[in-house]
């Protein structure tokens, strides 16, 4: 077996196996989609009840992780300001 030959074979086997390249995941990836547009679908008033609440909730917490909470807000320069 030439060289070119080896590593076509490796390459081969080593995406067959790959669940994410298989026609399984994009029959798995179409029933996903399928089940998210109908729930969303039949529970749409749910979701956009819910919504404005979302966003309240999301303030706080963008705030905590975007600024690592309180205590940090100082700077840390030891320089001498005159």
């Given at each position: 077996m030439t060289r070119d030959h080896a590593q076509h074979d490796r390459h081969h086997q080593h995406n067959a196996g790959s669940f994410l390249g298989s026609r399984a995941f994009l029959v798995c990836l179409?029933?996903?989609?399928?089940?998210?547009?109908?729930?969303?679908?039949?529970?749409?008033?749910?979701?956009?009840?819910?919504l404005p609440y979302l966003f309240l909730l999301a303030c706080p917490l963008m705030h905590f992780f975007m600024h690592g909470g309180h205590g940090s807000h100082h700077s840390d320069d030891k320089g001498d300001r005159s």
């Open positions: 179409g029933f996903l989609a399928i089940a998210v547009v109908l729930l969303f679908s039949e529970h749409r008033a749910h979701f956009l009840g819910i």
